[in-house]
């Protein structure tokens, strides 16, 4: 037997995910000029996600960034940095491939020039605009 890991035995992407929103208070905002309750909304729609849509999205190729990004300086006031699921709070319905739906809107991946930032919850440890 191997000392390596066996595939079975990776961490689950959106369990990585859940987690960490999950270590992040949903009272005390992460960024400085998203307000608390803005930012609980967020929190729990992000774990919410996680849970329904989190192993689909991962099979689908999206990444932390993609999903849960901030700017490392300035938070959520860039949302041009942000993650689709960082800027409206509301419940995503589905995933796709390029997009992730909400009941009115989508957010999608595949924007041209597209920079994404740093996840939320590495922010939260350090980012400069808290």
């Known amino acids: 037997m191997s000392s390596g890991l066996t595939p079975t035995m ?8 859940r987690g960490a929103l999950e270590n992040l208070s ?3 905002s ?3 000029y998203l307000v608390p309750a ?3 909304a967020i929190r729990e729609a992000g774990i919410e ?6 192993a689909e999205a991962h099979r689908l190729g999206w990444t932390a960034p993609q999903l849960f990004a901030v700017h490392p300086e300035h938070g959520t006031l860039r949302v ?5 699921l960082l800027i409206s709070g509301n ?4 995933v796709e491939a390029s997009r992730v739906v909400f009941e009115s809107g989508s957010a999608y991946r595949n924007k041209p020039g597209q920079i994404w ?9 350090g980012g400069k605009g808290r």
Do not use: E, N, Q
């Open 49 to 54: 996600f996680c849970d329904r849509l989190g």
């Open 117 to 125: 930032g740093l996840p939320v919850w590495d922010f939260a440890k």
């Open 10 to 17: 990776l961490p689950d992407a959106a369990a990585i995910w």
């Open 26 to 28: 949903p009272h005390a």
């Open 38 to 40: 803005k930012w609980a």
């Open 80 to 84: 041009d940095y942000c993650g689709a």
């Open 30 to 32: 992460p960024c400085r």
């Open 91 to 94: 419940k995503p319905v589905a």
